[in-house]
């Protein structure tokens, strides 16, 4: 990509008032540098089309897993749950039964 001192400079009124235009030129391949008050604050490009991938195959998954242990039961009591509300921690575990 260009620098954006290389691309011509357009005001945001110009871009509010010819949008359809400059779109159109973006579209095109045109690139350009959005000013306000003569201060580039943004860089118009035309959107890169990328083939994204809908499935990852088996084999990337699992060497994207390999080495990570099994998670047991017994982990579920190291969780850290101080977020959770207490009173909801304290009567999961039997300690608050409601009655004052």
Avoid at 24 to 35: A, L
Wanted: glycine residues 6%; proline residues 6%.
């Amino acid at each position: 990509m260009t620098a954006s001192g290389e691309l011509p400079e357009i005001p945001q009124r110009e871009l509010r008032n010819h949008a359809s235009k400059v779109l159109r030129e973006v579209r095109q391949g045109s690139s350009f540098v959005i000013t306000v008050d003569g201060v580039a604050v943004a860089d118009l490009i035309p959107h890169r089309h990328r083939n994204r991938r809908v499935a990852v195959p088996r084999e990337e998954v699992v060497e994207a897993f390999r080495g990570l242990t099994p998670t047991s039961v017994e982990s579920e009591h190291r969780v850290d749950d101080s977020l959770y509300d207490p009173y909801d921690r304290a009567w999961r575990r039997g300690e608050f039964t409601g009655e004052e």
